[in-house]
Every structure is written in C-alpha cells, then in structure tokens.
C-alpha cells in the first residue's frame, strides 16, 4: 500500500561538493531524510523499469535510512533495488555496481572521511546512470525541490528487508535484491591488476605491507582482496571491521589521524608499503618504508609508471586534476605528449572527460585517485596499483620517489585547514580577498613575486557546462602556487583550505624537508589573505 504523507520544505538541502551532509541528529528530523530522498526521486531521469541501487560506509543511522528509501523507491515506481549486505557498499562499489547491473542510479549514504556516531555526521549523495556523483544540473535540480515538497511516498506494511541475507524479496511490487558487497568489486580488481605478479612478490617476501581499513567499509574489500587473494597474511587489515562509530576515530587517511600507521612506517623494521582508505572507501594514503608520499605525487607516480599493469598497458588517453591538487601530474602528461584537464574539485567533474574517452587517470590533493573502470575516486584501486608497480619493479617506494622527482621535478605541496569557522567569517575572508584579486599582480611578499591572480572558473570542454567561483589562484613569477578555497564537504560552519605549491626542478633541491621549503609561502599566504584576523586562528587545524 502507498502512503502519501504530507510535508513541508526544510532549510538548507543543497547538496554539497559530495552529497547532503549534516549531522545525525538533523537527518533524524522526522521527514528530513525522506524529503531529500524524496527530491531525487522527483527529479532523477529513470525510465520505467529502472534499477536503484543502495549503499552506505556503515556508519549509524544507516540502516535506518536505507530502509526507508527502499520503501520509498517502491512507492517511486522503481522496479528493482540492489542494496549491498548488511547496507555495505563502499563508494567506488557502488559506482561499479551501477555501471555493470545498469541501474539509472543509486543513493550511497556516506558522510566520506567525517567521523560517525549518534552525534557526528551523515550524508546522503545521488550518483547517475554511468556510476558518478550527479553533476551540478541534476543536485540544482533536487536542491530546487527540496524548497517547494510538499509530500512524499512510501509503501507501507509487509516483511521487512533482511539486509545481513544475501538473496531477494518483494516490497509492494519492487524486487529487492540484497547482493554481496565485495565480490563483484574484487572481481573486477583481478581483471584490472596482476594479482598472480603481486602474490609472487608477497609469497617471497619481497613485499610486504601495512593497511588501516580504520574501522570503515574498505575492511571486507581489503581482507578479500589483500589477505584473500594476494596471499598477506591475517593481520594485515587492521581496523576491518566496520564499525558504525569508525571505533570513535576519525576515519581521513591522513597523516593526523593515521598516525599509528604513520609512525610504524617510519620505524626501521617497516614492511614496504602502508596504506589506509577512509570512511566509505574512495580515498587512500600511501607511505613507503621511510617516506610519506603526498596524493598530488602519488598521482602523478601512478600515471607514470601505470604502463606496467594489464589494465593501462596501452598507454593512458589524459590525466585530470582537481584545481587545487599540484601540478606534478602536469609534469608527467606534458612528457607522456598526453592531455591534461585542470577542474573543480568535486569527482563529478571528471565524469564527462570519462565518459568521452578523454582521460583514464584522476586524481584530486585530498587523498582521492581513481581512473575510468568506474566513476568515482577508488581508495583500494590507488593500493593495487602501487602494489603491482611495486611487485613489478623490485623497487621501494622510496626508490620509485626518487626517480620520479629526479625525471620530472618535485612539487612540495602541504594543505592548510581551518575548520568550523564561522560562516560569516569565512566569507568575509573570501570577499575581501576577491575583491584585493586585480592589484595583487606585481607585488611582493618577501621573495615571492605574484605573477597573477583570479577566481578559478571552469567550462567543461565536453558538455560546454560552465562552473565559476572554484578557488582564489595566486600564482608567482617561481612557478609557486597558493590556493584558497572554502570546502564543500563539513557539516558546521565553514571549512578554509589553503593550498601551497612550490616547484623544484629536476636539478633542483629533490631531498628537503616540505615545511622549510613551504615557509615563504606560509607566510604570504597570512599576509595575502589575513586569515587571523578573519578567523581569530593563528595555526590550522590540520596539515596534510
């Protein structure tokens, strides 16, 4: 039976740079969910019959939600749901589940790296048919619909949905099918890499490694994958259960809240990599034996040396980069003779090159990495391919660094956050600073010299989309770089990302210490935008 049930607009549904994100308690509103689930469904294009599928990282208030919306889709006209077991699905699963059962969508219900628990964060993010977040048109769409419902359907009674057994049921006339939520993923990681290459190299002893599932869903996926099929030993996973409080931690695989991870990888007796995913499984951290390799590197490393796996052996069609992410993988496209796609940060603005066949490789500076076997950043996929160049090579990570920076130069790089600024501070900060853009050129901040400034604007070369607002750019006459940029991915107040980039050429110093090389930059970016007296904050909250 279908309810309708009535209901008025809340405020501040406009989805993100990932998603509706806010805090638990605010989704527990009673309609709140159902009000944007419920304005995706007016909006998505789906025709009958069509296919949704359901996933979340694991985090409370999951099963909660997931069991409404397949109510809610059976109400919506939806003819089947694909929901992972236990309402698993790690992301850049989600995205592949969706590309190969041809769905026209999927709901993933994620906060990303934001910590869970009763009083922590959710969210709720729409992908399109090809896998991808819904690009700006369609979250547009649903936000202007979320201003004007006025109700919303579910169907009522019958059994409820077992989502821990695999196997399939009915709700009112929609097929639900609860699908394991590792294997059709792993399957596709064997086609992509030289599992029996990788396993030769464990099975010698040769390579070894450390990985920090940190208590979110990459935890079944790398115990399948790592422990299952490439033979690492039980016990490689660590944190692999998932938990719905990420074991109170804060699951972001950076170097602030891995650093268990971070200093066994410094010790003298670490194995040859450590690595770590984050909340729902689409971002990644590398660290070699002695070394931490940034994601601006470790994209760049990637596109590289990619040819030595099956899956990129032919070469690549492009590289893209988020704005922000440093221009090291500039460097590596320009020797390759491939293009290379500057964007907005968001992965839904590398679907469309995708999509065209007009890149294979992304990457964006927070930790995410992914190519065109789906349509999402891939946490586990940035591991693999670390590992099948590492089993390849015979080489450290270490090694594999130093070559790079020595064939194509080194781009020290570091992120500056402030986090939970008062929103009407943070926009103070980035008026003012907009506004100071025109006579910035031509001054300088101690041996700096800006060379230009502007508010980063992109127009999709596919599609012809055009996106502005993107990020202050502050480029100086020495190739350096700041960046400013308000994220999209918090649930309070406003988060301040400040991005810093100095380039070393191949003949130049490959081997300091990133602070000291970044220290002018640090202290220009003060003087540029006076971030403490905008904010009241002398140091950022974190640095990656």
């Known amino acids: 039976m279908i309810t309708t049930f009535a209901t008025t607009p809340f405020d501040g549904q406009k989805p993100g740079t990932s998603g509706l994100r806010k805090k638990v308690r605010v989704f527990q509103q009673p309609g709140y969910a159902e009000n944007f689930i419920q304005s995706v469904f007016d909006v998505a294009e789906r025709p009958a ?33 694909l929901v992972g077991r236990g309402g698993i699905l790690s992301t850049p699963a989600a995205s592949h589940v969706i590309r190969t059962y041809g769905a026209s969508g999927g709901l993933i219900l994620s906060a990303s790296h934001n910590p869970g628990g009763p009083e922590e964060d959710f969210g709720i993010k729409y992908n399109i048919a090809n896998g ?42 929609m097929a639900v099918e609860v699908i394991d939520s590792v294997e059709d993923y792993a399957d596709l990681m064997e086609e992509l890499f030289d599992f029996a290459a990788i396993r030769a190299a464990v099975a010698d002893g040769v390579l070894t490694m450390a990985f920090d599932a940190m208590h979110a869903v990459t935890g079944p996926y790398a115990r399948d994958i790592l422990e299952g099929r490439l033979g690492f030993p039980a016990g490689t996973v660590r944190g692999g259960e998932p ?34 995913s984050d909340g729902d499984g689409d ?15 470790s994209l760049a490393m990637l596109a590289a040396n990619a040819h030595l796996t099956p899956a990129y052996s032919g070469g690549l069609k492009g590289i893209a980069r988020s704005m922000p992410t440093s221009t090291a993988a500039d460097k590596v496209a320009e020797v390759l003779g491939i293009p290379l796609w500057e964007t907005p940060t968001g992965w839904k603005f ?52 130093a070559e790079h920076w020595a064939r194509f130069g080194r781009n020290y790089y570091a992120r500056h956050d402030y986090e939970a600024i008062e929103s009407a501070k943070a926009n103070a900060l980035m008026t003012e600073l907009e506004a100071s853009l025109a006579g910035l050129t031509g001054q300088s901040f101690g041996p700096l010299t800006v060379a230009a400034a502007d508010q980063f604007a992109y127009t999709d070369p596919v599609d012809g989309s055009v996106s502005n607002k993107q990020g202050v750019r502050v480029m100086f006459a020495c190739g350096s770089r700041i960046v400013f940029r308000l994220s999209g991915t918090g649930t309070e107040g406003a988060t301040l990302r400040v991005y810093l980039e100095r380039y070393e050429a191949a003949d130049g110093v490959l081997d300091a210490e990133t602070p000291a090389m970044l220290a002018d930059l640090i202290a220009a970016a003060e003087a540029i ?16």
């Not at 201003?147 to 009674?157: A, S």
């Not at 971002?283 to 590197?297: A, C, E, H, Q, Y």
């Not at 679907?351 to 990457?363: K, S």
């Not at 590992?387 to 090579?393: E, G, K, Q, W, Y």
């Open 283 to 297: 971002r990644n951290l590398i660290i070699g034996k002695g070394v931490f390799i940034t994601p601006s590197d």
């Open 350 to 401: 590398f679907g469309t090159l995708l999509d065209a066949g007009r890149a294979t490789i992304c990457g964006e500076e927070s930790a995410g990495t992914g190519s065109d076997h789906v349509r999402e950043k891939d946490g586990l996929w940035a591991v693999l391919l670390w590992l099948n160049i590492l089993a390849v090579t015979g080489k450290p990570v270490l090694q594999i660094a």
């Open 132 to 173: 991808g977040p819904a690009p700006e048109a369609v979250t547009d769409a649903i936000y202007a619909r979320t201003q004007t419902i006025d109700r919303w359907l579910m169907v009522e009674g019958g059994v409820e949905v077992d989502l821990d057994q695999v196997g399939t049921s009915r709700v009112g006339d």
């Open 529 to 544: 935008a006076g971030i403490a007296a905008h904010t009241g904050r002398t140091a950022p909250d974190v640095v990656t």
């Open 243 to 276: 938990l719905e409080d990420f074991g109170g931690h804060h699951p972001d695989p950076n170097l602030v809240h891995a650093a268990e991870l971070y200093s066994l990888m410094m010790a003298p007796d670490a194995p040859t990599i450590g690595a770590a």
């Open 49 to 81: 019959g069509s296919t949704l599928v359901i996933g979340g990282d694991g985090r409370f208030h999951n099963r909660t939600v997931i069991a409404r919306a397949i109510r809610m889709a059976a109400a919506n006209g939806y003819a089947r749901v």
